[in-house]
């Protein structure tokens, strides 16, 4: 069958009421969290994921899909008016985009932020759904160790090549391998790292640890910095409206956004954020008002929006073809494929062909609905700023530690809920970025266990990864993406990778 | 972004607690070694067992705590913001106290608790209006959770209350299953 007609078929499954409804309370909530600081779309599918055990699969899956679209809108908003960005990926936003708000423009820019996302999810979306099946035709021919070095591969672009420090990155992935290793281990049957309790043996959990490290080790860190930063409001003042000159400024930035954003987003090279500097550089060269960037260029604000939301859809590429994340938000996404025993990747195309096309088109119906749920209700989501803190954060503890209950109602689990609360702090206290954790505790079991494989195929001849042209390319792409960045720190030309310091999603 | 604070010790000085985390860093890849070796090699032919992956691992850790150890002497880590400490043990208390109370006091009374103190840890709340709203919210979120989506929460008394009054009410609306007719 053709992608058309496969697009068509998940489109009847994403159109049966009950998944509308799913898709709905996704972007909501998606939304919803994109604009409060604090919690990003990372922490908010963490802290579903345990209440949503007992759903259908299918929508759980549609529901967390459209929480990552969500907070891609939901963060611009943030950025615009408050000058917070409420996620890592709209930090480029608020450059151009509280200065707009303070200039009254307020409302062309959430308005060119909202339409440049609309379009950029759609377009890539569209891409997503005919590249995908590719990629599969592809990873068929990926064995054991081609798996292995795209895995290294992802390890290296996720902690060491973007951010501030190679240092600082490698430590975070390292503690999240470490935690990895923690539980039996699958072929012999031995408990590793458990210490004779009984309460490890399953492994770390990685709903704990993510809700641990993002919404606790936030709330602490924010308590921790007192009433430094006074934060206020823009009002959006006049109207919500673009003009003529506004739309014919807009149009090309949300495409060169989106054909920036979505490459970014598929390959494995970390999260959202990256195609969003290098979506407001390319504007800044490219614009006629270069005079006007740092004073409120709408330019800069329709460009990294769009490119953001081409950098989420992209991101589920290598999530549902290769069951590679390669952001925070998108291992425990793959945390939810398996909470249901399934396993992202080329089978899932052929074994559960409704699932994944389902979830595909309903990123094309979330879009529609996101688009209707930013600009004319923008005045709520403005409302959600205003939360006084302590009653937010106090909001965000308590479904923090539900999520963690309600999976698990232990003491124990509340204890590693703590404990890693307290190691996120001490993490973003020290400057540690803290996505490669996540994704070090999810990937790394599969590393090992792909490796284990792929020596047994070999007999232990560690020759045998370098001796297949994809993953030899691989492995040395990998070891590029170590070095090359380290010499350009040493060599102090790092200022464009801190830039690109990857965070919360 | 917050400004940094001015801090009192100049570049170029070791950086103590920097040091510390080196220390931590070796101190956790000698614990994963340690492990490690209690571990039976997984058959005689396997050459890849579940030891190789821990040392291996346990290594790197060795090498990137000498890493942040010369980082650290060398005064090149990121200088740290002045931290409060009181909403810190705010916080971490409120958590504390949810933990020894779930099992007995139930998920309302030991999350409210944990809301009213994380909302004291930000800022000057009323305690009363904090912990009566925490015990509303908390009670809310169980019934719609625990009641309606099925999801394992430890009930105590308040939640014991609600189905008492869940129960009074469903006999009240419908005499003939109940003696309250």
Known sequence: MDTFALLMQGLSVAAQPINLLYALVGVTLGTAVGVLPGIGPATTVALLLPVTYKLDPAGSLIMFAGIYYGGMYGGSTTSILLNTPGESASIVTALEGNKMAKAGRGGPALATAAIGSFVAGLIATIALAFLAPWVVKFALAFGPREYFALMVLAFVTVSAAFGDSTLRGLVSLFIGLTLGIVGIDLQTGQARMSFGIPDLLDGVEVTTLAVAMFAIGETLFVAAQGKRAPETVEPVRGSLWMNASDWARSWKPWLRGTIIGFPIGAMPAGGAEIGTFFSYAAEKKLSKHPEEFGNGAIEGVAGPEAANNASAAGTLVPLLTLGLPTSATAAIMLAGFQQYGLQPGPLLFTSNPQLVWGLIASLLIANLMLIVLNLPLIGLWVRLLTIPKPWLYAGILLFATLGTIGANPSVFELGMLLVFGLLGYGLRLFHFPIAPVVVGLILGPMAEQQLRRALAISQGDFGVLFTSPISATLLALAALALVVPLVLRIRGRGQLLAQIASDAD | ?181
């Open chain 2, 1 to 181: 972004m917050i400004e940094p604070m001015a801090q009192t010790t100049p570049k170029r000085r070791p950086d103590w607690a920097a040091l510390l985390v080196a220390a931590g860093l070796l101190a956790l890849g000698a614990l994963v070694a340690w492990d490690a070796s209690r571990l039976g090699s997984g058959g005689a032919y396997a050459r890849i067992g579940p030891q190789t992956i821990p040392y291996a691992i346990a290594v790197c850790l060795a090498g990137l705590a000498v890493w942040t150890a010369i980082e650290a002497a060398l005064g090149e880590f990121p200088q740290r913001e002045q931290q409060d400490k009181l909403p810190i043990l705010w916080i971490v208390g409120g958590l504390v106290v949810q933990m020894a109370l779930i099992k007995f006091a139930g998920f309302s009374i030991a999350t409210g608790i944990l809301f009213a103190m994380t909302a004291r840890g930000f800022g000057r709340v009323s305690i009363p209006k904090a912990l009566l709203s925490g015990f509303l919210i908390s009670a809310a979120v169980w019934f719609v959770f625990a009641r309606l989506l099925q999801l394992t929460l430890p009930a105590g008394p308040i939640e014991r209350l609600m189905i008492e009054g869940a129960k009074l009410l469903a006999t009240a609306f419908n005499p003939q299953a109940g003696p309250a007719a």
